[in-house]
């Protein structure tokens, strides 16, 4: 595996890729890789020639108090694992190779109405930041193929769309969540957890269990939604939204059968985000 960090070798050494008429595929990530990662590398593995992914902490989708500086950074063990998993190149860029005017002179890219509400809500221009990153990727690397892991499920809608939107060439892959054996979701913020928030941390994923089988009997969706909030305060999570949408996004509706649960909340000084597709009955009542 190559590591690039500067944007002319990248476009030089993909340019070659192209004129090989070689498939390239794209896994963007923040680092601190973990098996769930891993996985979008192996999809990508499977669908193309070369394999790139990108690590880079992006600034500009952190909020004011957010844990931009906390953040993890493990290079060295990602460059390890990045090369286990069979990867092509690493584009590490700089903040400034990437945002050159800084922060406040970029160009942003903005989503609408699948970015609003849910993590969108919570986290006020956490969507433009990885809108506009993933949008600057796609231009540098000119992928035939991106992968990106289900967890994010929001973030998933917000760059299909903005693919559909701009009529971008790529084909635009969904990778199921990985989870640990006791089914927490994983992620690079678990490890923000102490021992005891750990062997509570499962909770949310198990409540989101039973209310997916709640709601697949025909139960009431407002009242299973208000038993599972109270469940997760009950276990010691703060919860930011618990909410059932169809798996566009938009409401649930009457006709809606196809539908997905969708939950973040806190727990200590981490915020997990979970989700789960739901299949409601004809039968299903708010």
């Known amino acids: 595996m190559r590591t690039l960090r500067d944007i002319s070798e990248l476009r030089a050494t993909l340019r070659d890729a192209r004129q090989k008429d070689q498939r390239i595929a794209l896994v963007p990530t923040m680092g601190n890789l973990h098996a769930g990662h891993l996985a979008l590398v ?12 990108s690590l880079f902490v992006n600034p500009m989708q952190f909020g004011p108090g957010e844990d931009l500086d906390a953040y993890p950074r493990t290079f060295d063990d990602d460059q390890h694992h990045l090369t286990e998993a069979g990867c092509d190149l690493l584009f590490a860029p700089t903040v400034s190779a990437l945002y050159p005017n800084g922060l406040e ?5 903005h989503v609408p109405v699948v970015g609003e509400g849910l993590c969108g809500g919570s986290r006020p221009g956490h969507f433009d930041g990885v809108s506009t990153v993933v949008s600057m ?40 969540i990985v989870r640990a054996d006791d089914g927490l979701a ?32 025909g139960e009431s969706i407002e009242k299973v939604l208000q038993r599972g909030k109270a469940a997760l305060y009950d276990a010691g999570f703060t919860p930011d939204y618990l909410e ?3 798996a566009t996004l938009g409401p649930v509706t009457d006709t809606t059968r196809h539908a997905v649960l969708l939950a973040a909340a806190k727990l200590g000084p981490a915020r997990l985000i979970d989700n789960l597709s739901v299949q409601l009955p004809s039968a299903a009542r708010r």
């Open 42 to 53: 192996a999809t990508a593995r499977q669908h193309a020639d070369v394999v790139v992914s």
């Open 105 to 109: 002179a970029q160009t942003r890219v």
């Open 137 to 176: 990727l796609f231009n540098l690397v000119q992928p035939d193929i991106a992968c990106f892991g289900e967890k994010d499920y929001q973030q998933l809608a917000v760059i299909r769309k903005l693919v559909a939107d701009l009529h971008m060439p790529i084909e635009i892959i969904g990778v199921p």
């Open 186 to 217: 994983l992620s690079s913020r678990n490890g923000y957890l102490s021992a005891q928030e750990r062997a509570t941390a499962p909770t949310l994923y198990k409540t989101l269990c039973e209310l997916r089988d709640a709601l697949a009997q």
């Open 244 to 246: 059932l949408r169809d």
